[in-house]
Structure formats: C-alpha cells, structure tokens
C-alpha cells in the first residue's frame, strides 16, 4: 500500500485528545493525543505530532510520532524516521527508517492467512513492497538507468 492509496477516514487532529476504546472500520491518523486502545480493520497512520498511549490492532500501521503500547499489525508496521515506539510489535512485515528509535519485542511471523493471499510472487523485476524514495508501487516493474551514449 502507497502512502497516496491510504483510505482515513478518520481523523484525530492536532490538539485533540480521545481517552478509551477507539474501534473504526475504514483508517485512522492520529496528529493528536489517544490513550486506551486503537482497532482498525484498515491503516492507523500516527502523524509526526501523534501521541498514543494505547494498545493498537490494525491491517498496517504506520508510525511517525510517539506510541507507547503494543502493536500489532498482521501486513505492515513502519516506524519512520522520527518515530518513538516503546512497546511489543507484532507483524508480517517490518519497515524501520534510520532514527527511528523502538524499545521492546518483535516477533515477525506468516500466518496461514497471509501465506496463502500472497502464495503467487510477482515476477522478477518487480517490488514486493513499495519502494517510498524511488515512489515506486507493489508489483510495478523497477525503473531502468542506461547508460548515456558517449
């Protein structure tokens, strides 16, 4: 999933804060406070000024603030560059950028679920995931650089 393709519909802005059970159907992006628990069938994207005090269940979750609590996302979790997590994560797959800081367990593991929907690799040439510095989407073919005639 691209960073453009992100679905939220739900959106906990800069200076709000929720305490309690949050539980949506579609994404979430916190930029404000939350405490409690976060479930998210979808995306839950922390912004850079979020901060969670919660566990949080979603598809994929993208971390850019501050979470502490535990994580546990069966496609995806990203922990961008300014991203504080202290916590357990749970995941199939883990994205961590340089700077980003995390204290706490990690267990990475395919479940028959996951196995099964992504059983067909694409084909060589290709991204598994996306590439965010190239902006290259899954399974779009991987640019080519030819060297210039002299």
């Given at each position: 999933?691209?960073?453009?393709?992100?679905?939220?519909?739900?959106?906990?802005?800069?200076?709000?804060?929720?305490?309690?059970?949050?539980?949506?159907?579609?994404?979430?992006?916190?930029?404000?406070?939350?405490?409690?628990?976060?479930?998210?069938?979808?995306?839950?994207?922390?912004?850079?000024?979020?901060?969670?005090?919660?566990?949080?269940?979603?598809?994929?979750?993208?971390?850019?603030?501050?979470?502490?609590?535990?994580?546990?996302?069966?496609?995806?979790?990203?922990?961008?560059?300014?991203s504080q997590v202290e916590?357990?994560?749970?995941?199939?797959?883990?994205?961590?950028?340089?700077?980003?800081?995390?204290?706490?367990?990690?267990?990475?593991?395919?479940?028959?679920?996951?196995?099964?929907?992504?059983?067909?690799?694409?084909?060589?040439?290709?991204?598994?995931?996306?590439?965010?510095?190239?902006?290259?989407?899954?399974?779009?073919?991987?640019?080519?650089?030819?060297?210039?005639?002299?």
């Open positions: 999933m691209g960073k453009e393709d992100l679905a939220v519909n739900t959106i906990i802005g800069k200076g709000a804060t929720f305490d309690g059970l949050l539980e949506i159907s579609g994404g979430l992006r916190v930029d404000g406070a939350v405490k409690g628990k976060i479930v998210s069938a979808d995306v839950v994207l922390i912004g850079p000024s979020g901060v969670v005090d919660a566990d949080i269940e979603a598809k994929e979750t993208i971390i850019g603030g501050t979470v502490k609590g535990n994580v546990k996302a069966p496609d995806k979790i990203e922990l961008q560059a300014k916590g357990d994560i749970i995941t199939y797959s883990l994205v961590v950028e340089q700077g980003a800081t995390f204290h706490g367990n990690c267990q990475m593991r395919k479940d028959q679920a996951r196995q099964a929907a992504h059983a067909a690799s694409p084909p060589q040439g290709t991204f598994k995931e996306t590439d965010s510095l190239l902006g290259v989407k899954k399974n779009e073919p991987v640019p080519t650089f030819q060297k210039a005639k002299a």
